[in-house]
């Protein structure tokens, strides 16, 4: 919940630039602002990545406070963030509620960032895995071999977003390599596609030695992706 509309058309004027430089590295990047701001950093930059953080399953009805699908595709918002840890936590999503959003985005075409992670009791009782599994599982349940191809998913273990905490690089790479082989279990060859993602207090300095593992394809940034110079420390880092 961060930047107002007028500081997000600022941001996402001087992301232009950001975007040529990412695309020299062949990074692909996005953001993923407030609903409010979605419409003005479309408009500011046409080609970058804009995510919702959230959406309703159902195309329209009685949801006060929700956003549906039909009102994001009409700003030209095809991606969104689902599962979120915080959605997780603060707003009881479970992931039979991600399920239902996911199963509406395959059928509208959207490109989803599936959201898994542990909080800090279950990683300290050493079930990560087990709760990994039933997040995965469960959320992908029912999509197509073709879509989940296509998806990105992200590991962001909750005990270490905006604690200054971060799981080492062999953690990111364990869990992101367990996911791929779940998904391996399900949809075949369609986990040698699928981007995963590794995300809790990714910074600049340590951002390199994230994406040097095998199964780390990319990064979900919190703090470090508000300013566009931190940003673009990041693209230099990978």
Known sequence: MNKTVAESKVFGTQSVELQKFAKSKNVDIGIAPTYLSL????????????????????????????????????????????GHSERRTYFAE????????????EANKMTPIY?????????????????IEEQTLVGLKGLSKAYVNDMVI?????????TGKNASKEIAQDICSFIRELVRKEYGDAADNIRILYGGSVKPENVHDYLAQKDVDGALVGGASLKVESFKQLIENI
Do not use: R
């Open 39 to 82: 419409a003005a950093l479309k408009e500011a930059n046409k080609d970058l990545i804009v995510a919702s953080q959230n959406l309703h399953f159902e195309d329209h009805g009685a949801f006060t406070g929700e956003v549906a699908i039909p009102m994001l595709l009409e700003l030209g918002v095809n991606w969104a963030i689902i």
């Open 94 to 105: 479970t992931s039979e509620t991600c399920n239902k959003k996911l199963l509406a985005m």
């Open 115 to 131: 959201c898994v992670g542990e909080t800090l009791e279950q990683f300290e009782a050493g079930i990560t895995k087990k709760v």
């Open 154 to 162: 992200a590991y962001e273990p909750v005990w270490s977003i905006g």
